[in-house]
């Protein structure tokens, strides 16, 4: 005589009745591994890079000058140096971002690895995703040590550092951010040498790009009475909206004039800006997924 079989054998069990239980829950860590372990080397990688190292010592040196810079100013010693190395350290970002940035999906093409990564059940927006967590590690790392140098500085001419140069160089850590995914999603379906004036033109119409409303204000105003001046059509101000409202105003990540100068920021305007950055640095990456998802590699 065989075994009894069991009443609830070959009865189906019911499945949770939300898809963010337990199975949902396992499939958000299984992308959340993945999305880590490609950040974690690409942090690795990076580090490794002997461009990262020239660009570090190269900053380093220019805070140091700032020092010299500060004796010869006709200005506030105290203002020039930290004006100085607030500005070294947004534009040593822009570099890393350029340079470091854009040779991360590059180098994966160049050299075919992409093609094993690719072979993976992977979605391709976790490998877009993870490379730009690992080049912010990257940055946050670099800013660490300028800011513990920079500091150390201050300390060396009897200065005591405040709490709002750390505000200062957050934002400033946002805005490479931003310039950051901006690299990526040129990266994705551009060259190295295209991507890079991209971006570039990203951070100068970035800082410029507060302008373009100021000046069709004024256009609109007083461009009747100047001979010359270009006719805003109605066409023409909506295009001029749809190009700022593309463009990042990266001018509003830099509040160096009213930290050196001790002047009050506005309340919660760091999480506004926070805020601000976010959304671009979504849509960025966003737009790089997509693209780099229907790109062909072979």
Known sequence: ?????????????????????RAGQGGRQKRMKSILIIAVNAFRETVRDKILYNLVLF???LILFSLLLGEWSVFARVNVIKDFTL???????????????????????QRKTILTLLAKPLPRWHFIVGKYLGLLMVLALNLAIMTLVFFILLRCINVRPTPSLLTA??????????????????SAFSTPTLSALFTLGVYVAGHLSGDILNHLEFIRKYG????????????TGKLIHAVY?????????????????????????????????????????LIASLWFGKRDFI
């Open 1 to 21: 005589m065989g075994p009894v079989p069991r009443p609830d054998r070959g009865i189906r069990r019911p499945q949770p009745p939300f898809p963010g239980g």
């Open 59 to 61: 900053t380093l040196g």
């Open 87 to 109: 500005a070294v350290m947004s534009i040593a970002g822009l570099l890393m971002s350029i340079f470091v940035g854009i040779g991360l999906i590059q180098k994966e093409i």
């Open 169 to 186: 160089i957050y934002l400033t850590f946002m805005e490479m951010a931003v310039v950051t995914s901006a690299a990526l999603l040129f």
């Open 224 to 235: 009747q009475r100047l001979p010359g001046t270009p006719v805003i059509t109605p066409f």
């Open 245 to 285: 409202f593309m463009i990042p105003n990266l001018e509003n990540f830099n509040i160096r004039g009213r930290v050196v100068y001790e002047l009050p920021i506005p309340p919660h305007y760091v999480l506004y800006t926070s805020l601000y950055g976010m959304a671009f640095i979504g849509v960025y990456l």
